[in-house]
């Protein structure tokens, strides 16, 4: 049974830093987009960032425009991890965080909730202004 757990979530004033770790088990995702998506109350679920391995100790990661420079995605393919160090945190970052992991290895990475097969339970992440 695969199981993505994500852990780190909390309550944070503005301007303040949150690390997202999300532990995967049941398989391996080394080969494959790992990705963040956020939701806020009333709103689709939305891309935060994903990343993948591209060859040797190369990673790609992409962001959604609002986080770059505050967010990074990174991953730990012996470990099953990925995780999401959040800096300058806005309250407009309130939501739920999900982590989720794709099994498609002609998906470089995805934007697209569709696009990944597996998903954590979610851990809110609330900015206070």
């Known amino acids: 049974q695969v199981q993505l757990v994500e852990s780190g979530g909390g309550l944070v004033q503005a301007g303040g830093s949150l690390r997202l770790s999300c532990a995967a088990s049941g398989r391996t995702f080394s080969s494959y987009p790992m990705g963040w998506f956020r939701q806020a109350p009333g709103k689709e679920r939305e891309f935060v960032a994903a990343t993948r391995w591209t060859g040797a100790n190369s990673y790609y990661a992409d962001y959604v425009d609002s986080v770059k420079g505050r967010f990074t995605v990174s991953r730990d393919d012996g470990k099953n991890t990925v995780t999401l160090q959040m800096n300058s945190l806005k309250p407009e970052d309130t939501a739920v965080y999900y982590c989720?992991?794709?099994?498609?290895?002609?998906?470089?990475?995805?934007?697209?909730?569709?696009?990944?097969?597996?998903w954590g339970q979610g851990t809110q992440v609330t900015v206070s202004s």
């Open positions: 989720a992991g794709a099994t498609n290895r002609l998906l470089y990475v995805s934007r697209l909730v569709e696009d990944y097969e597996y």
